[in-house]
């Protein structure tokens, strides 16, 4: 069986021995196509393409019909439709074999007949484009976790827009190409890496034949740069109350669909009455929760109204309603076309983030609370069974 495999994949690549089939009628049976040699098709007159599309108008003539009819009666098969092939100069038939015979040997004994032109069952082909693949899906090991490619049978994320309000994302990458629709820049200066590892996991386009896929690969970005590249190779982007008042400011405005704040700071008023206003808007707000022991820089993921979440990885977490989701080992986008490993629940926030994006593609209609009551109801996350629940609690209404 891999020898055919492998067999069948050579003559696609090499499209000069693709697999084809025969064409079979509704009962079982194949057709046959059959030309035959008659002097009026030299003699048609007028636009052959007219006869093409209006077939109906064509018929095969008092000089024709008696042949194809006793052809049709020697041979046990039956007349379907024909028409003149001017290129050739012959009348073409399709006629229809019954169930149980030989096409084949049928074929052969019609075109040995002197009468006949030619013979030969009809062939069914398919174009040799297959579906993009993407190579490091394998790597991916957090969208199994998620159970996402069961997931996608019911949702990609469609249309939704998901603001990212990080240090910026690269969208000249292959795997975020046309994933940006949006962005504005409140800070300046080169680009950090955290925004792209964000956006690659939330929305990679899938089957792209470029590296990886996102939780939510149909869903658009807006890119909203409020965190500065850190002094270090390893240091972390920092954002100030100023830029992600911007940037929140930004997003509320433009009515997108979910918020991703994959970072923590100190409790903040200003900031907590933008977060107030989008789930006043209808916004689902998601944020990163930071890690245990950090008790002073739990903002904005201790706000009530965001979907807090934690890596799934090792001991529980705080808060303790936090969601939990992969964080650890996750393959993702670079800048510069590169895919790279990371950690942290700033991932986890992302994967989150991916799968609200495909709840509300599959019903626009929930609100911020039915999200988070939705993402409770699974302390270990599956975005298939959250969209099934999705779908029946629907169902039910």
């Known amino acids: 069986m891999r020898a055919l495999h492998i067999l069948l994949l050579i003559c696609v690549a090499l499209a000069g021995c693709a697999p084809s ?6 009962d079982g049976g194949t057709k046959l196509l059959v030309t035959i040699r008659y002097d009026a098709v030299d003699s048609l007159q007028g ?7 209006r077939p109906s108008s064509y018929g095969a003539g008092p000089g024709a019909d008696p ?3 006793a052809l049709a009666a020697e041979y046990s098969i039956t007349r379907v439709s024909g028409w003149p092939m001017r290129t050739l100069g012959v009348h073409c038939e399709v006629f229809a074999t019954a169930r149980g015979s030989d096409a084949d040997a049928l074929a052969a004994r019609l075109a040995h007949d002197p009468r006949v032109d030619s013979a030969e069952p009809m062939h069914q082909f398919r174009t040799l484009t297959t579906q993009a693949s993407d190579p490091y899906r394998a790597l991916q090991h957090s969208l199994d976790t998620l159970e996402v490619d069961a997931a996608h049978t019911l949702s990609s994320g469609a249309g939704v827009r998901v603001a990212v309000i990080d240090s910026g994302i690269d969208a000249s990458h292959h795997d975020l190409n046309g994933v940006v629709r949006a962005k504005r820049d409140f800070t300046g200066g080169p680009l950090a890496p955290h925004g792209t590892e964000v956006a690659g996991v939330i929305a990679a386009r899938g089957a792209n034949g470029a590296g990886i896929m996102g939780v939510a690969p149909e869903a658009l970005l807006v890119d909203l740069r409020a965190c500065r590249a ?10 100030d109350s100023y830029t992600l008042a911007l940037a ?3 997003a509320v405005n433009s009515r997108v669909d979910v918020i991703n704040l994959s970072l923590a700071g100190p409790q903040d008023p200003l900031l907590a009455r933008l977060l107030a206003a989008a789930e006043a808007q209808g916004i689902a707000v998601v944020a990163a929760a930071p890690p245990p022991g950090d008790d002073r820089d739990r903002f904005p993921a201790s706000v009530p109204t965001v979907v807090a979440v934690a890596t799934s990885e090792g001991a529980a977490q705080w808060p303790a309603t936090a969601i939990r989701a992969p964080g650890v080992d996750v393959l993702t986008t670079f800048p510069g076309d590169r895919y790279d490993y990371g950690s942290g629940s700033s991932l986890s926030s992302a994967h989150v983030s991916g799968v609200v994006a495909l709840m509300l593609a599959l019903n626009r209609r929930l609100s911020p609370q039915q999200v988070r009551a939705l993402l409770a109801a699974h302390s270990q996350l599956s975005a298939v069974a959250v969209l099934k629940d999705e779908a029946a609690q ?3 209404r």
């Open 67 to 69: 042949l194809l009819d």
């Open 230 to 239: 850190g002094t270090g190779p390893d240091a972390p982007a920092d954002c």
């Open 248 to 250: 929140l400011d930004f």
């Open 394 to 396: 629907v169902a039910q």
């Open 47 to 53: 636009n052959a393409g007219d006869r093409y599309r």
């Open 21 to 26: 089939g025969v064409v079979r009628n509704d």
